[in-house]
């Protein structure tokens, strides 16, 4: 069993900075790989960014690449998203997912998840 608790939202300007924060419980927290999903008002949930259990392996939609960096600590059991340069249409609320095995860049092979952290981004 993982529980994953996200912090971090707010409200930023465009062109704005904000780091998330993803805490997590369970024993067996750092053999999961670890992902970053947002959904926005009327969207279909969508992938953001996802980490390797190890943190060797870092994965981006094409949206927030070169703007956006996870990372972990498995010593502090958190994951971070560090997003830059943010702009309105990245405004959703943001959920941390945990996945055992399978293609982290579907929501389906998460099996745990957060609650969500409000971004919103003023133009």
């Known amino acids: 069993q993982v529980q994953l608790v996200e912090s971090g939202g707010g409200l930023v300007q465009a062109g704005g900075s904000l780091r998330l924060f993803c805490a997590a419980s369970?024993?067996?927290?750092?053999?999961?790989?670890m992902g970053w999903f947002r959904q926005a008002p009327g969207k279909e949930r969508e992938f953001v960014a996802a980490i390797s259990w190890s943190g060797s392996i870092r994965y981006y939609s094409d949206s927030v690449k070169g703007r956006f960096t996870i990372s972990r600590d498995n010593a502090k059991n958190t994951v971070y998203l560090q997003m830059n340069s943010l702009k309105p249409e990245d405004a959703a609320v943001y959920y941390c997912?945990?996945?055992?095995?399978?293609?982290?860049?579907?929501?389906?092979?998460?099996?745990?998840w957060g609650q969500g952290t409000q971004v919103t981004v003023s133009s």
């Open positions: 369970g024993r067996t927290y750092s053999s999961y790989s």
């Open positions: 997912a945990a996945a055992l095995s399978g293609n982290v860049y579907r929501s389906g092979a998460y099996d745990y």
